[in-house]
């Protein structure tokens, strides 16, 4: 029996599956100014971290706050911009040159009190057309090359706030 235990135990150091890493001595301790070093070390690099945690926290919450305030009107002005849409086609339609030139003002100072919270409409006339800006509602065949792939005609106006398109252009692009 004796025999078998010294195979095994040569075999156990032949291994490398039985190789155990070797521990330090319990007997030996290690300097408490390292000790003191490598925990102010471990400390300093956490407080570094979290710092930097509510840095960016901070930063992201006044991004966030910021766009908040900037597209807060949002909903209010889509909600006025159908009121835009029927000036747009009633003005053209009123014979009466003192009522038109009434309800023109009156648009006028509508469209200026939008423009002055950010809203600025879309251009889309002959420009080329963008699918990020506009929405095709029709194709129309064209003689001109020039003018494929350009907007032919706008069916609704696009509107932009604040360099944020909040709606888009119905148009009718050339081919």
């Known amino acids: ?8 135990d040569i075999n156990q150091d032949k291994n490398p599956l039985y190789d155990t890493p070797k521990s330090p001595k319990t007997s030996e301790k290690t300097d408490p ?11 300093r690099d956490k407080y570094l971290r979290l710092y930097s945690e509510f840095d ?6 006044q991004k ?11 909903s209010v002005i889509l909600s006025l911009l159908p009121i835009l849409d029927d000036f747009d086609r009633a003005l053209p339609a ?9 309800i023109e003002l009156i648009y006028s100072k509508l469209k200026s009190a939008l423009e002055n919270k950010g809203l600025k409409t879309m ?7 963008d699918a990020d800006l506009h ?41």
């Open 56 to 61: 960016n926290f901070r930063k992201r919450a």
């Open 94 to 102: 009123i014979l009466d040159e003192t009522a038109k030139s009434g």
């Open 1 to 8: 029996m004796k025999k078998n235990d010294k195979t095994t």
């Open 123 to 129: 251009e889309t006339k002959g420009v080329s057309f």
């Open 64 to 74: 966030e706050r910021s766009e908040l305030i900037l597209f807060a009107s949002e």
């Open 135 to 175: 929405e095709a509602v029709a194709q129309m065949p064209v003689n001109d090359e020039k003018e494929k792939g350009t907007i032919i005609e706008e069916i609704q106006r696009g509107y932009y706030l604040n360099d944020k398109v909040i709606r888009h252009a119905k148009v009718i692009v050339g081919t």
């Open 33 to 43: 100014v390292v000790q003191l070093a490598t925990q102010l070390e471990e400390e």
